[in-house]
């Protein structure tokens, strides 16, 4: 992965390249292949750095250990659970394939393949029979990195006003805190690319200085989930809620590392898209609501 490096940095202006909308990601399973490759593009741009890419360049394979438990659900819950471990690099990876109902919502929510929800540490050995073993060839890993290095998603117009409407509660309430309130001029947005395999966007506000994340159970462009409100937000202050550790504010949600904001920010930067934008007034953003929400 060393090569794959200095490749990547050296053409990630060209990162704004599209990803196909439907990446087969819904055909996939947790041991396809394809699908463990996506995986691991996700966790080279939010997670891996130098001391993963030691453990396996000139590896002659990567080993993935896959299980699908079957935990208990409510009756017309079909969701479908993976875990993925990569041994060499001490990652597990938990996915899930929403499928259930929100009776009170009358909504359904379906996500369009396995998408990941948990990233950490091995936690516990894998082994068969309950894991199967995939093997993939180093060359053929980086090959497929490589050959996707430019790839990109990015949100359409609608999505993007959604996410600025979502949010924009969350940030008053935040700046309003501070004796602050959101400007009227023009501002400047850096959105994330989204990934096939994961519900998730960043926004990177560079006047204010803040974060924004978003999440969900359902894909991010299924209109049901912005119509129900189905969808976190969370807002950082980054001049404020960064630490070098979580150990520093333990127990809290609220702060991010000094290194998951520079990988937030390398792709809302560098591998993102800019837009410019001017803040709506509270009219404006209840005609947006009432004309998306039709």
Not at 2 to 14: G, N, P
Request: net charge neutral.
């Amino acid at each position: 992965m060393k090569h794959l490096t200095l490749t990547i940095l050296s053409v990630i202006f060209l990162a704004t390249a599209c990803m196909p909308a439907n990446s087969q990601a819904g055909d996939a399973t947790p041991t396809d292949k394809p699908f463990l490759f996506e995986v691991v593009r996700h966790m080279y741009r939010w997670y891996l750095d130098e001391k993963h890419a030691a453990a396996v360049v000139n590896k002659d394979e990567i080993v993935f250990w896959v299980s699908e438990p079957k935990p208990v659900l409510d009756k017309d819950d079909k969701s479908r659970f993976g875990k993925i471990v990569i041994p060499q690099l001490n990652i597990e990876v938990a996915v899930k394939k929403a499928d259930y109902h929100i009776p009170e919502l009358d909504v359904t929510v379906k996500s369009d393949g396995y998408k990941i929800t948990r990233t950490g540490t091995v936690q516990s050995k894998p082994s068969a029979p309950e894991w199967k073993k995939v093997t993939a060839s180093y060359e053929e890993m980086t090959t497929y990195l490589f050959a996707n290095r430019k790839l990109a998603s990015f949100p359409d117009e609608q999505l993007v006003l959604r996410m600025r409407l979502a949010a924009h509660n969350a940030v008053v309430a935040d700046l309003e805190a501070k004796g602050l309130t959101l400007p009227k001029t023009e501002q400047t947005l850096h959105l994330s690319p989204i990934s096939p395999v994961a519900n998730e966007a960043w926004i990177f506000w560079e006047e204010g200085k803040y974060l924004v994340h978003f999440s969900s159970d359902m894909d991010l462009t299924n209109e049901g989930l912005w119509k129900h409100n189905e969808l976190a937000v969370k807002v950082y202050d980054i001049a404020e809620k960064t630490v070098v550790t979580l150990d520093e504010v333990a127990g809290s949600n609220a702060y991010m590392t000094r290194d998951e904001v520079g990988r937030a920010l390398f792709n809302c930067l560098i591998q993102g898209r800019r837009l410019k934008i001017t803040p709506m007034d509270d009219k404006q953003r209840d005609d947006q609501r009432k004309k998306i929400n039709k």
